[in-house]
């Protein structure tokens, strides 16, 4: 089962607003509701950011926010911030009663 | 919120097994789900498999055969034993409590490399 498909890496200026995409099959993000986001900061653990596509965990920012259509998800982060530069990852529930993640996109803060 | 810690030997042989422990505070392991997740270096993060308080477990097709997940609940503790290792699973494991399908809560990490 391979792994979800992101972008590599994406960039944008502070105060800007970015898009990560991740893109799956009708097994896994397109069956379920069950799509989260994770933020990962110089390899600590990740940190939870959203579930069920679009609910914010507690204390996120809502400048965070996520969607779904078809078989890819989307996080959207919006006014930039320098401390927003990380690795983000999304992960679906699947068909086989398993996790799977996303391969992790790069933010780059300019 | 569950406080997670994992342990175990940071340097594993080849063809032998990695066996780690995550221990849970902050609240009784009951009623939860447990899991296991590991990051090659510079990679990305991929789901080892998963425990409930009850023993019921699934894991990756990619390593069901040479993974088994255990509990102790009475030591609110939960166990990974991989086997057969190769360089190929050198990578920070992570132990983490599930919510439905979700991972609100992480341990640290744990690198664990795998060489002679």
């Known amino acids: 089962q391979s792994a979800l498909t992101q972008p590599a890496s994406v960039s944008g200026s502070p105060g800007q607003s970015i898009t990560i995409s991740c893109t799956g099959t009708?097994?896994?993000?397109?069956?379920?509701?069950?799509v989260s986001w994770y933020q990962q900061i110089s390899g600590k653990e990740p940190k939870l950011l959203i579930y069920?596509?679009?609910t914010r965990a507690p204390e996120i920012s809502d400048r965070f926010s996520g969607s779904k259509s078809g078989n890819s998800a989307s996080l959207t982060i919006s006014g930039l911030k320098a401390e927003d530069e990380a690795d983000y990852y999304c992960?679906?529930?699947?068909?086989?009663?398993?996790?799977?993640f996303g391969g992790g996109t790069k933010l780059t803060v300019l | 919120q569950a406080h997670l810690q994992e342990s175990g030997p940071g340097l594993v042989k080849p063809s032998e097994t990695l066996s780690l422990t995550c221990t849970v505070s902050?609240?009784?392991?009951?009623?939860?789900?447990w899991n296991w997740i590991r990051q090659p270096p510079g990679q990305g993060l991929e789901w080892i498999g998963y425990?409930?308080?009850?023993?019921?477990?699934d894991s990756s097709p990619s390593l069901r055969s040479r993974v088994t997940i255990s509990i102790d609940t009475s030591r609110n503790q939960f166990f990974l034993h991989l086997r057969s290792v190769t360089a190929a699973d050198t990578a920070t494991y992570f132990c983490?409590?599930?919510?439905?399908?979700?991972?609100?809560?992480w341990g640290p990490g744990v690198l664990v490399t795998v060489a002679s």
């Open positions: 983490a409590r599930s919510v439905d399908t979700t991972l609100p809560d």
């Open positions: 902050g609240g009784p392991i009951n009623d939860h789900y």
């Open positions: 425990i409930s308080s009850s023993g019921g477990t």
């Open positions: 009708s097994s896994d993000v397109g069956g379920y509701t069950s």
């Open positions: 069920e596509v679009t």
């Open positions: 992960s679906s529930f699947t068909d086989r009663a398993t996790l799977i």
